[in-house]
């Protein structure tokens, strides 16, 4: 089993920068893609990023592109959200989350199996 846990959300004004952690135990990732969603009140869970084992390949949503990025220290288990210039529309629970297998895609949720319990993102205008 995989165990997930985020940390660094809070309250930030706009333009301001945050940046999550999200530390992984348990059974080795080997090999995993890990990712960030996102869920703002009312809206269904998105994608923000997502990243290969070794950090070759990485995904962004469009409305984060230029503004967020996404990183891992697999020596530390770690992988980490750095979100600048953040938006209102940017506020939403955070979750990291992790494939337990290869699916060959990184942008559906569908291929995520093990998840975190949130982190709050808060941006005020």
């Known amino acids: 089993q995989v165990q997930l846990v985020e940390s660094g959300g809070g309250l930030v004004q706009a333009g301001g920068s945050l940046r999550l952690s999200c530390l992984a135990s348990?059974?080795?990732?080997?090999?995993?893609?890990m990712g960030w969603f996102r869920q703002a009140p009312g809206k269904e869970r998105e994608l923000v990023a997502a990243?290969?084992?070794?950090?070759?390949?990485?995904y962004y949503a469009d409305s984060v592109k230029g503004r967020f990025t996404i990183s891992r220290d697999n020596a530390k288990s770690t992988m980490y959200l750095q979100m600048n210039s953040l938006k209102p529309e940017d506020a939403a629970v955070y979750y990291c989350?992790?494939?337990?297998?290869?699916?060959?895609?990184?942008?559906?949720?569908?291929?995520?199996?093990?998840w975190g319990q949130g982190t709050q993102v808060t941006v005020s205008s």
């Open positions: 348990g059974r080795t990732l080997s090999s995993s893609v």
């Open positions: 989350a992790a494939q337990g297998r290869s699916y060959g895609s990184m942008s559906s949720s569908r291929h995520y199996d093990y």
């Open positions: 990243i290969s084992w070794g950090g070759s390949s990485t």
